[in-house]
């Protein structure tokens, strides 16, 4: 392992670490910490695993919730498919929207997912249920756009900053 991977994979087990903190439902480092993954690590497969090993090792000291997680991991991984596309990861507008649309992504498949499966009981199983749900589901959606964009702006720019002091940080990805 080089360096710079070991540096990365610092970053994400320190900023999936930060889960454990006590914030408003749903502020959560784990999209950052996929878009910063799939930005940063050259194997496509390893970008999307590392992330859903760290959302679910902190899942297992936090607790399991039911078949809510499926759409959860999948999203996840969709915000590590999102990162691999940041061309410029330099530029603040590329990440700032890449993280917005993975927060978007996020909103919209486990919104809409949950309203289907059996754990939910407050809307009904139909399409008024699944808008319901949306609109219920706003003041999640702005814990999770911070979220995400407050971890998106540490990581993305906690590796800029330290690119430019530590030379082998600036090799293409690791």
Known sequence: MNKKFITIVALVALAAASRFLPFAPNFSPMGAVALFAGAFIA???????LPLIALFISDFFIGFYGAGMIPVYIATALFSVIGMLVTNKNNP????????????????????????????????HTFAGVLESYFGAIPFFKNSVKGDLLYTTVLFGSFYLLSINVPFLKEEKA
């Open 43 to 49: 194997n496509r497969y390893l970008a999307v695993a």
């Open 93 to 124: 507008v590329s990440i700032i929207g890449s993280s917005l649309l993975g927060s978007i992504l996020f909103f919209l498949i486990t919104n809409f997912v949950f309203v289907y499966t059996a754990d939910n009981t407050l809307y009904p």
